[in-house]
């Protein structure tokens, strides 16, 4: 293999790494984070508190857990089949009301995108 292939593989293989670590977060880091969400929100199973657990909540349809009372909106977003995929809950952690504008979610918003990241990162450990 030629010196400028071969430097040009190492351009693009580290230029796909550092693409994958920007989106991966830390989920120790991410329990950290949670500390903020903790007062209302828990990642056991089956239990909510004044929010609904979180746990599982990577991939679920918004809305869905048993028990728990939704607002209206978070009920249309799950009439509508609003999944939370790692870029939703992104951008509902960033800025709730804009995702589910008139919905109950006192959060103000996270704005730190690598310590959104790492809540993701630590959500999705929770399953």
Same mark, same amino acid.
């Given at each position: 293999m030629s010196k400028k292939l071969l430097m040009?593989?190492?351009i693009v293989a580290g230029l796909a790494l550092t693409a994958?670590?920007?989106?991966a977060g830390?989920?120790?880091?991410?329990k950290e984070v949670f500390k903020v969400c903790?007062?209302?929100?828990?990642?056991?199973?089956?239990?909510n508190k004044v929010g609904p657990s979180l746990?599982?909540?990577?991939?679920?349809? !918004?809305?869905?857990i048993d028990g728990f009372k939704y607002s209206k909106p978070m009920m249309e977003k799950q009439a509508a089949g609003y999944a939370w995929t790692e870029d939703n809950l992104? !951008?509902?952690?960033?800025?709730?009301?804009?995702?589910?504008?008139g919905g109950t979610m006192a959060f103000a918003g996270l704005k730190d995108e690598a310590k959104v990241a790492d809540l993701i990162a630590f959500l999705a450990s929770n399953k």
């Amino acid at each position: 293999m030629s010196k400028k292939l071969l430097m040009g593989a190492t351009i693009v293989a580290g230029l796909a790494l550092t693409a994958m670590g920007a989106q991966a977060g830390d989920a120790a880091a991410g329990k950290e984070v949670f500390k903020v969400c903790a007062a209302c929100h828990t990642v056991e199973q089956g239990k909510n508190k004044v929010g609904p657990s979180l746990f599982g909540v990577v991939g679920r349809t !918004a809305g869905t857990i048993d028990g728990f009372k939704y607002s209206k909106p978070m009920m249309e977003k799950q009439a509508a089949g609003y999944a939370w995929t790692e870029d939703n809950l992104k !951008a509902y952690i960033i800025n709730p009301k804009a995702v589910v504008p008139g919905g109950t979610m006192a959060f103000a918003g996270l704005k730190d995108e690598a310590k959104v990241a790492d809540l993701i990162a630590f959500l999705a450990s929770n399953k």
